[in-house]
Nanobody, 123 residues
Framework: QVQLVESGGGLVQAGGSLRLSCAASGRIFIRSAMGWFRQAPGKEREFVAAINWSGGSTYYAESVKGRFTISRDNAKNTVYLQMNSLVPEDTAVYYC????????????????WGRGTQVTVSS
């Protein structure tokens, strides 16, 4: 079992940046792909980015490609999401989760979810 705790969310103006962190406890972290998802009010949870266990492969939703960067530090059991050029449409609760493969974008195929961190982008 892995416990995940997200942090780093907040209120930022359009065009600004935030860096989210997801701290994991449990030995399974180093063997897991990690994903970031987000859920806006009234919408389905959607895939944002994923990274494989070594950090060598990353995948992004089209809506964030070129603006967001996922990375991980296995020595610190932490995965990051650097978000630049934020737009109001990025407003959502952001979650991290463990998965079998980083190529998977369906949230129902991920397990071990954190509680999320709120990101609000003002126009």
């Amino acid at each position: 079992q892995v416990q995940l705790v997200e942090s780093g969310g907040g209120l930022v103006q359009a065009g600004g940046s935030l860096r989210l962190s997801c701290a994991a406890s449990g030995r399974i972290f180093i063997r897991s792909a990690m994903g970031w998802f987000r859920q806006a009010p009234g919408k389905e949870r959607e895939f944002v980015a994923a990274i494989n266990w070594s950090g060598g492969s990353t995948y992004y939703a089209e809506s964030v490609k070129g603006r967001f960067t996922i990375s991980r530090d296995n020595a610190k059991n932490t995965v990051y999401l650097q978000m630049n050029s934020l737009v109001p449409e990025d407003t959502a609760v952001y979650y991290c989760a463990t998965g079998m493969r980083a190529t998977i974008s369906r949230p129902e195929l991920y397990d071990n979810w954190g509680r999320g961190t709120q990101v609000t982008v003002s126009s």
